[in-house]
């Protein structure tokens, strides 16, 4: 089938366009709609709980074949907190399955609940609203978090520990007092909460939530219910939703918006997918009767396909609908087709203007099942709203992400200053608009910063190794472009593993291995490298040349500046743009291993960031000729 579904006889007889598909309630009925144009028959089960395992069959009503593929039925009576599954026949086959377009669930997803969805709505959700909709996407500061890695840690002193209510707990301290949580991300300054998948993922079972269990969460099973296991309980449909609109609310309270990390170039098995059952294998690409693997998660997605397009359309708008989403990151976005992506950005941007886009724009070999352009960074010019993980910067600051000793500009590689030249000005080789570019030097994926450069120099003392750091956030930090953090890397976060080296990637290791370890921060080294990364992002945002939206801009403000030193770099910006209050801006890099002169353009200049400390106060006044410290930047203001 999977040449038939991609042709264009079949897309043009059964591409439905209306927007009620799934289960859409009302005090008096329900209408259930399922696209199946496959199915011979299709029924409705009605089930009293959530439970797969619960023998409750209320009853089972057969749908109405209706246009374009699509089934419906019509059921009187208030269902809301009903569960409910779809059921088609093809010829001898029969399945069972979880309605895609599920709002919520019972428990590990498998049956969906009929509900009411305004009854979820916390007070004041009318009026909530994304707390920095006013900004420029190059005006974000993103934070990565896990939900579980935040509150889990007996140090954090959060009560909800591991679920979304947690997220959002106020007045949470270490044992000795210093802020956890929410109040340490506020206080950080960041714009933007990045959350790893919340929405219903597979490989943690939801009916054994006493035992300790962990994964990052990229196996989606219902990709527009929320995470079962995030709540406080997962039997109970309506529970999830509420308590995830709460998180948002209470983030947006606190004025920080919400980014979802959303995986829809695979699904945790493709045989189990609840679409892959009802309409079989449609929703992955299959070819030759051999599912497409160019991501080695299994399996991947026929975006190009009418009614998976309509699906990711739909599902993006609803998140951004129903629950106040401000941004979408999506994993490995390289897989899907250009089309899509532009087609969900206009949509969303309709009625939220203001919500973010970004992705993992990595060219993988992959089976498309009919022509079509992917999503890559190299194709970046072709999707204009859409922003791409600078994975440039990232390996020209702390080495190849391939190999974990490689050396890095802040690890002392001397042939990076080229590209960092162009990555300094939000210009990588592939990227022509500084507002498609994140930058950052760590996120959940491989080694954190700190361990990175541990397994790059092994030998370097402690200190030496928090001036690397130091030295690429403030290089990633003062770019073009949208910075972006991994949780924790402002402490000096490491996931030291029991056998000795460090967890590259912890996606299913133990709450020790990935836990934020708040009691840290009791120690100097760790509280100061937060206080540091506090003030880089109170600098970035006191000075809007660091946040140019465009290419031409930056090109004619921000001026590299040749350094003899291959492992100095040094960039000159002047600051005639709207709402700078710096003449100039000077910023050097320096990451040999000794102390280096430079000059200084001619003037007195304030220096605000140096090794040691980081903020919009001038440490000292500078002029001509200074001396810049081994692995140490330096950023000067002319007022
Ligand atoms: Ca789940």
Redesign the pocket.
Same mark, same amino acid.
């Given at each position: 089938m999977s040449e038939v579904f991609s042709s264009p006889d079949f897309e043009a007889k059964y591409t439905y366009h209306g927007r009620d598909l799934g289960a859409t309630w009302s005090p008096t009925e329900t209408l259930f709609k399922l696209w199946a144009p496959t199915a011979d028959h299709a029924v409705v089960r009605l089930y009293r709980t959530g439970n797969p395992d619960a023998m409750d069959l209320i009853a089972e009503l057969p749908m109405e074949p209706s246009v374009n593929g699509t089934w419906q039925l019509r059921k009187a009576g208030d269902l809301n907190g009903i569960y409910y599954t779809f059921v088609v026949t093809i010829g001898a086959y029969t399945a069972e399955a979880c309605d895609p377009y599920a709002k919520t669930t019972g428990v590990? %997803?498998m049956r969906a609940m009929v509900i009411d969805m305004a009854s979820t709505n916390p007070d004041g959700w009318e009026l909530d609203a994304d707390p920095n909709g006013d900004l420029n996407f190059t005006d974000a500061v993103i934070y990565e978090l896990h939900v579980r890695d935040l509150s889990i840690d007996p140090s954090s002193g959060i009560h909800n520990k591991g679920k979304f209510l947690g997220v959002i707990e106020t007045g949470t301290t270490t044992p000795s007092g210093i802020p956890t949580g929410l109040d340490h991300m506020k206080n950080l300054g960041i714009t933007h909460l990045h959350l790893l998948p919340v929405y219903?993922? %597979?490989s943690?079972d #939801?009916t054994r939530l006493d035992q300790p269990q962990f994964n990052w969460g990229y196996d989606p099973?219902n990709f527009n219910t929320p #995470? %079962?296991?995030y709540s406080t309980d997962p039997y109970n449909g309506a529970v999830r939703v509420r308590e995830m609109k709460q998180m948002v609310k209470g983030l947006h309270d606190n004025g920080i918006s919400v980014i979802m990390d959303v995986v829809y170039n695979h699904v945790y098995e493709a045989k189990d997918f609840c679409f892959n059952k009802l309409v079989p294998m449609y929703f992955s690409r299959v070819t030759d009767g051999v599912i497409s693997n160019g991501s080695g998660c299994g399996n991947d997605t026929a975006s190009e396909r009418s009614m998976v397009h309509k699906y990711i359309v739909d599902s993006v708008c609803y998140w951004a609908d129903e629950y106040h989403i401000d941004g979408f990151r999506f994993d490995l976005v390289g897989l899907l087709d250009v089309d899509t992506i532009n087609d969900l950005v206009a949509a969303v941007h309709k009625r939220h203007p203001n919500v973010v886009f970004y992705g993992e724009g990595w060219s993988m070999p992959t089976g498309i099942t009919k022509d079509c352009k992917l999503a890559t960074q190299l194709n970046s010019p072709l999707t204009p709203g859409f922003a791409y993980f600078n994975d440039t910067i990232r390996d020209s600051l702390r080495g190849s992400t391939f190999f974990s000793d490689a050396l890095g500009f802040v690890t002392g590689a001397s042939d990076m200053v080229e590209k960092l030249e162009g990555c300094f000005r939000g210009l990588p080789a592939w990227c022509q608009d500084p507002t498609q570019t994140v930058n950052y030097i760590s996120c959940h994926d491989n080694n954190t910063l700190l361990d990175r450069i541990s397994l790059a120099v092994p030998d370097h003392s402690f200190e030496d190794r928090i001036r690397m750091n130091r030295l690429g956030a403030v290089f990633y930090m003062m770019s073009q472009g949208i910075p972006f953090m991994q949780a924790g890397e402002e402490m000096l976060r490491s996931k030291p593993d029991p056998k000795g080296g460090y967890v590259e990637n912890s996606f299913k290791s133990s709450d020790r291995i990935n836990s934020i370890k708040w009691n840290l921060l009791d120690a100097k080294p760790y509280r100061d490298t937060y206080d540091y990364y506090r003030g880089l992002i109170s600098f970035r945002k006191a000075h809007p040349v660091l946040r140019m939206t465009s290419a031409y801009e930056i090109l004619s403000h921000v001026v590299p500046i040749q350094c003899e030193h291959p492992l100095m770099t040094a960039f000159h910006i002047s600051g005639d743009v709207p709402g700078e209050t710096a003449r100039e801006l000077f910023l050097v890099f320096n990451a040999s291993y000794t102390a280096e002169s430079i000059a200084l353009p001619e003037g007195s200049w304030n220096l605000c960031i140096n090794a040691e400390k980081a903020g919009t106060e001038a440490l000292t006044v500078a002029s001509s000729a200074i001396e810049i410290p081994a692995i140490c930047a330096m950023v000067f203001v002319k007022e």
């Open positions: 590990n %997803g219903d993922y %597979g943690v #939801e099973t #995470e %079962g296991s």
